[in-house]
């Protein structure tokens, strides 16, 4: 079909996303689902998902980084009888300022805001995870690096 181009049911990542080693302790407490970004489909923006499972062995698991364009980041918790509560504990940092997170969260950051570190302190129950730029890939700061 002519518009098969714009369905991705399969994880494409980029191969320059992250350091072997950062990629195999990402596996250990998370399973990324599927990536989009332009070089996945031509003209699309950049999005992430994945499920976090774990508490990772790296804390924080993110460093402080900055863009140059907007992002959005979630965090869904997978209680069915109540999608409010994450079922875990995160502390992120905006612009210098801790936030603890223990319910369903998104986060909007504004291009050249500070954002990170992100410290997962448990996780009872998967939590889902997305982040959204409005550009074409995920670059301009390193967040993976």
């Known amino acids: 079909m002519k518009t098969d181009q714009y369905v991705v049911q399969s994880l494409q990542e980029p191969?320059?996303?992250?350091?072997?080693?950062?990629?195999?302790?990402?596996?250990?407490?998370?399973k990324r689902v599927l990536w989009m970004d332009s070089n996945v489909v031509e003209g699309a923006f950049q999005m992430n998902t994945a499920w976090y499972f774990g508490v990772p062995e790296l804390d924080p698991v993110f460093t402080e980084h900055v863009?140059?364009?907007?992002?959005?980041?979630?965090?869904?918790?997978?209680?069915?009888?109540?999608?409010?509560?994450?079922?875990?504990?995160?502390v992120v940092t905006i612009d210098g300022e801790e936030?603890?997170?223990?319910?369903?969260?998104?986060?909007?950051?504004?291009?050249?805001?500070?954002?990170?570190?992100?410290?997962?302190?448990?996780?009872?129950?998967p939590v889902f995870h997305f982040s959204i730029i409005i550009s074409p890939e995920y670059g301009n700061g390193g967040a993976y690096k």
């Open 15 to 30: 191969a320059n996303l992250s350091t072997p080693e950062f990629a195999a302790m990402y596996k250990k407490f998370a």
């Open 67 to 90: 863009h140059n364009y907007d992002e959005l980041i979630g965090f869904y918790g997978s209680n069915p009888d109540d999608p409010h509560d994450l079922g875990a504990e995160m």
């Open 99 to 125: 936030h603890t997170l223990t319910k369903t969260t998104m986060l909007f950051l504004p291009a050249g805001v500070p954002h990170m570190p992100l410290s997962i302190k448990r996780v009872d129950r």
